[in-house]
């Protein structure tokens, strides 16, 4: 259980921002469904891919963003089969 604050803050619990790698920092989609109220970590592909790099610090910077065009690339071929 959680409490909302006065400038309608609320503390996702530890473990949930665990399960989930939700940090100092991650943006979060609301969607509202049923009357319930979900909340879900916003998809950002490069803050995904630089947050992995962080982790295994294995590409210089310049090499990181070449992978995230060949994987774009790669993705729209395979996903939307397009050249």
């Known amino acids: 259980m959680a409490e909302i604050y006065e400038k309608g803050q609320v503390v996702v619990p530890k ?8 940090v100092p920092g991650t943006e979060v989609n609301f969607k509202v469904e049923n ?7 916003a998809y ?11 982790k295994y610090a294995k590409h210089t910077e310049k090499e990181t963003a070449q992978l995230i065009v060949q994987s774009e ?3 729209h071929k ?3 089969n397009v050249p």
């Open 15 to 22: 473990h949930i921002r665990d399960m989930f790698g939700l």
């Open 78 to 80: 395979e996903w939307l």
């Open 35 to 41: 009357k319930r109220v979900y909340l879900e970590p």
């Open 44 to 54: 950002n592909a490069l803050a995904e891919f630089r947050r992995i790099r962080a």
């Open 73 to 75: 690339k790669k993705m």
